[in-house]
């Protein structure tokens, strides 16, 4: 991924969680995310993200005990 978490947080900002990855890939599309981060995004394991922490957890490669 080469997507900065400061560009996937903006994508993401205002979002209510919890939240399928599908369902946030669908709502950074829909605030105009670059198409670098909706492919980044997309690269996420497909499971439910309580918070946006649990996103930035998995999108830094740092979830504990997450299945890669």
Do not use: C, W
């Not at 560009?7 to 670098?36: R, T």
């Amino acid at each position: 991924m080469r997507t900065s978490m400061a560009d996937i947080e903006h994508a993401l900002k205002g979002i209510d969680f919890p939240k399928s990855k599908s369902e946030i890939v669908s709502y950074a599309q829909s605030q105009g995310a670059s198409e670098q981060v909706i492919t980044d995004l997309q690269q996420l394991p497909d499971r439910s993200y309580t918070n946006a922490a649990d996103v930035a957890q998995e999108f830094s490669g740092k979830r504990v005990g997450g299945q890669r």
